[in-house]
């Protein structure tokens, strides 16, 4: 099976650094995906990591662990439109293709 | 170059009644996804289609739910005989057939948020 975990919610300040983490166990793993998700929107594609390492893409990076089951989404110079819900989810190797396997989603809250 | 098409977005049924949704996937992509998300839950796998195929319809419930991706036309996601507990957002996704980098990129649609009263 698969199990996804994430923290429920966070809160930073605006114009500061946050660090979203993720862990998982998977039976088949074929990559991990990040998605921002405003109230009442669909799920937005962040990034894609299948290999160690840091994955950059402006203001938002992204760290896989295979080893260790982790990944976390690094969120820079954060701004109030960046509050919204982080998904973190896992690509399922056991079926061609593979579905996703979302977390629960960590809720961020951006201050002034 | 458009993205994955949803209708309808907003749709309200009477219990007991059907719910029709559909999905068009992005151009290129032969894989479609659909899954359901209850207020304040994150999003739960409900079925994996290509073509005239079903894949893995392991989150389906096993009753009054059906899906389908026939070789022309959307993705339907049909619901019958619904109650107030499907009501939710439904979203599609859809991915390309090859693999590779881009392959591995699954891309969501707007979401059709069905109300049943």
């Known amino acids: 099976g698969q199990n996804i975990d994430q923290p429920t919610e966070m809160t930073a300040t605006e114009g500061a650094i946050v660090q979203i983490n993720c862990t998982y166990q998977?039976?088949?793993?074929?990559?991990l995906f990040w998605y921002q998700q405003h109230a009442g929107e669909a799920p937005t594609f962040l990034s894609y990591?299948?290999?160690?390492g840091l994955e950059e893409k402006g203001r938002f990076s992204s760290f896989l662990s295979r080893s260790k089951g982790y990944s976390y989404l690094l969120l820079k110079e954060l701004q109030m439109k960046d509050s919204a819900s982080y998904l973190c989810?896992?690509?399922?190797?056991?079926?061609?293709?593979?579905?996703?396997?979302f977390g629960q989603g960590t809720e961020l809250s951006v201050k002034p | 170059n458009a993205g994955v098409m949803q209708n309808p977005r907003h749709l309200v049924r009477r219990r007991g009644q059907e719910a029709r949704l559909r999905c068009s996937p992005m151009?290129?992509?032969?894989?479609v996804y659909w899954y359901r998300q209850l207020p304040e839950e994150g999003l739960k796998f409900m079925v994996y289609l290509q073509k005239e195929n079903i894949i893995d319809e392991s989150g389906m419930p096993k009753e009054r739910f059906s899906a389908e991706f026939p070789k022309e036309g959307p993705s339907i996601l049909r619901i019958q005989q619904v109650v107030r507990g499907d009501s939710a957002a439904y979203f599609c996704?859809?991915?390309?057939?090859?693999?590779?980098?881009?392959?591995?990129?699954?891309?969501f649609g707007e979401g059709s948020w069905l109300t049943v009263v």
């Open positions: 996704a859809s991915s390309p057939t090859t693999g590779g980098s881009s392959g591995n990129t699954i891309y």
């Open positions: 990591n299948v290999l160690d």
């Open positions: 998977t039976s088949g793993f074929n990559g």
């Open positions: 989810a896992v690509r399922d190797l056991q079926n061609q293709g593979g579905k996703l396997i």
């Open positions: 151009k290129g992509h032969s894989h």
